[in-house]
């Protein structure tokens, strides 16, 4: 029984050594938490490769970790009602105007551009191959030619929908139209494994590998003009939201140096996305 007492304070050590702990422990998530932040984005900046470029050179100038959710712009839109993401990267401009007017997002601003391009077989069975994208689609649907959609409502599906009604053919658009409900990546390797046509942003295409004989076939077209925005959802909506980080991160691309990183992100020598913040 001697031995005993000389236990008691290593016991009362260890208990205040697993206590510090505990508090370590707890505060180490808030603090990681505090400078990571939640991006719901349109797939084609994460698929063409541009936020391995751009969110590292972010993170190197704040600290603050982007944590990506890519998916349709309509999704992604979906997921700012939810309050489940703290900024946005999107490209539909008349649904993010829309979600600012409903006061989901505080404030939309332009951050770059590409353009849309019709891809399909090299043959160009339907003889589309031109710049007006109205007559391609004319084309498609008058030769009822295997056409993949997206069909997920994202940016380039809501681009796609408005370039057939432009053709007068909202419900028209052939035998051979199928809805993937897919990512432009998968769209385009369906559309490269059964000879089909496509409507892609040029920067999935650029970076896309498995092409195998599917070429660009209808561009130049103005209305095929591909603009991005970014902005942060409305904290007076959702509390949660970390409003500050993501401002952060809408001041940064929208700035000289975030607009540098964008420009500075090329393929094979290509740039794939053009900066036009405040512009």
């Given at each position: 029984?001697r031995n005993y007492p000389s236990f008691r304070?290593?016991?009362?050590?260890?208990?205040?050594?697993?206590?510090?702990?505990?508090?370590?422990?707890?505060?180490?998530?808030?603090?990681?938490?505090?400078?990571?932040?939640?991006?719901?984005?349109?797939?084609?900046?994460?698929?063409?490769?541009?936020?391995?470029?751009?969110?590292?050179?972010?993170?190197?100038?704040?600290?603050?970790?982007?944590?990506?959710?890519?998916?349709?712009?309509?999704?992604?839109?979906?997921?700012?009602?939810?309050?489940?993401?703290?900024?946005?990267?999107?490209?539909?401009?008349?649904?993010?105007?829309?979600?600012?007017?409903?006061?989901?997002?505080?404030?939309?601003?332009?951050?770059?551009?590409?353009?849309?391009?019709?891809?399909?077989?090299?043959?160009?069975?339907?003889?589309?191959?031109?710049?007006?994208?109205?007559?391609?689609?004319?084309?498609?649907?008058?030769?009822?030619?295997?056409?993949?959609?997206?069909?997920?409502?994202?940016?380039?599906?809501?681009?796609?929908?408005?370039?057939?009604?432009?053709?007068?053919?909202?419900?028209?658009?052939?035998?051979?139209?199928?809805?993937?409900?897919?990512?432009?990546?998968?769209?385009?390797?369906?559309?490269?494994?059964?000879?089909?046509?496509?409507?892609?942003?040029?920067?999935?295409?650029?970076?896309?590998?498995?092409?195998?004989?599917?070429?660009?076939?209808?561009?130049?077209?103005?209305?095929?003009?591909?603009?991005?925005?970014?902005?942060?959802?409305?904290?007076?909506?959702?509390?949660?939201?970390?409003?500050?980080?993501?401002?952060?991160?809408?001041?940064?691309?929208?700035?000289?140096?975030?607009?540098?990183?964008?420009?500075?992100?090329?393929?094979?020598?290509?740039?794939?996305?053009?900066?036009?913040?405040?512009?």
């Open positions: 029984m304070p290593v016991a009362l050590v260890h208990s205040a050594w697993t206590a510090i702990n505990i508090v370590a422990f707890c505060s180490f998530p808030a603090l990681s938490h505090a400078q990571t932040i939640l991006m719901a984005s349109t797939t084609s900046t994460e698929q063409s490769g541009l936020f391995g470029h751009l969110l590292p050179e972010f993170k190197k100038a704040s600290g603050i970790d982007v944590k990506v959710v890519a998916l349709g712009t309509g999704q992604a839109l979906d997921m700012a009602r939810r309050g489940d993401a703290d900024v946005l990267f999107v490209h539909d401009p008349a649904a993010e105007e829309k979600i600012v007017a409903d006061g989901v997002a505080v404030k939309r601003f332009p951050v770059m551009y590409n353009d849309f391009v019709l891809i399909g077989p090299a043959a160009d069975p339907a003889k589309t191959k031109g710049k007006d994208i109205v007559e391609a689609l004319q084309k498609l649907s008058a030769s009822n030619a295997s056409v993949i959609s997206r069909g997920d409502k994202s940016g380039t599906h809501a681009a796609e929908l408005r370039y057939w009604a432009l053709a007068g053919l909202p419900a028209s658009k052939g035998t051979g139209y199928k809805e993937c409900g897919c990512g432009m990546g998968p769209a385009l390797n369906i559309a490269s494994s059964s000879g089909a046509y496509v409507l892609a942003d040029r920067g999935t295409w650029l970076s896309f590998k498995n092409r195998g004989n599917l070429a660009v076939l209808v561009q130049g077209d103005t209305r095929l003009f591909n603009q991005y925005g970014v902005m942060v959802v409305n904290p007076a909506k959702h509390q949660h939201v970390k409003a500050a980080e993501a401002q952060k991160f809408v001041d940064w691309v929208t700035s000289n140096p975030g607009q540098a990183v964008i420009a500075s992100y090329k393929i094979e020598g290509e740039q794939l996305f053009f900066p036009n913040a405040g512009r």
